[in-house]
């Protein structure tokens, strides 16, 4: 389904000219919504074809749903030459990161926290693994996943900006630079970001935070509406002063 919506400022934000962006909220393991979100996508730019396109995905894609694998493997092999795809780092994909890196000790907490169904996309019983040390725990994690999945996760940007727009995982520090902005709170703020009214430097688009719908402010957007529980997963098109939704459900 498609919908537009009118943009509340007196002078609307605008994506650089001639350019779109589909930015597409947190998928979550869903590839079979994610399937039909790009081919929905792909009839959409047959049908209004545009110089420049980006396809943003907004962090978060992995974990919770049961096919982060075919999901990460989908994304790796995106290949229109015509398409630029931007893939922003999400709270789960540090999770990931940090667990299977560094920080070995968090592995418990991200198990529990959805990458159980994550680790048993890729073969492994999160139960046996559960009951291992962290470092071996971890060893046996990555010894199941291609080293190209996990560099690519770990190569993700934090933030992309597009025209007056600014798209992030989780929002932005109300009242802080956008260049003195925090790694911690692009991917995981939320009150102090979702409660603001402030004029932020940039029109804010964003995930992170479950809503019913697209939940849309004079700031700010979020599209994540929860797709590995909802089975709706949104899509938001910006082309110029304009905004358009897609959105699939199971």
Known sequence: MSSASPLPRASPPSGPPESRAYA????????????????????????????????????DMIDRGPDS???????????????????????HEEMLVRALGTQPQR???????????????????????????PASAAAVIR??????????????????RFGDYL???????PGVALDQQRTGDLRWIREDFLGSQVDHPLFVIHGHTISDGPDEC??????D??????????????EGTRRRYLATAA
């Open 69 to 91: 694998k075919g999901v990460v493997e989908r994304l790796r092999g995106l290949d229109d030459p015509t398409l630029h795809p931007v893939f922003l780092m999400g709270n």
């Open 24 to 59: 597409i909220g947190d998928v979550h393991g869903r590839l079979d919504l994610l399937d039909a979100l790009l081919e929905q996508i792909a009839d959409d730019r047959r049908h209004q074809p545009c110089p420049r396109e980006f396809l943003v995905f907004l962090g």
């Open 107 to 133: 592995l418990r907490d991200w198990l529990t926290f959805g990458g159980a169904e994550y680790v048993e996309s890729y073969g492994v019983d999160p139960a046996r693994v559960a009951e291992l040390d």
């Open 167 to 173: 798209f992030v995982h989780a929002g932005i520090r």
């Open 225 to 238: 509406t929860g797709a590995y529980a909802s089975n709706v997963l949104t899509a938001l098109c910006i």
């Open 218 to 223: 004079a700031n700010r957007i979020g599209i």
């Open 143 to 160: 010894a199941a996943i291609p080293r190209g999945d996990l560099a690519f996760i770990d190569g993700f940007a934090d933030s992309f």
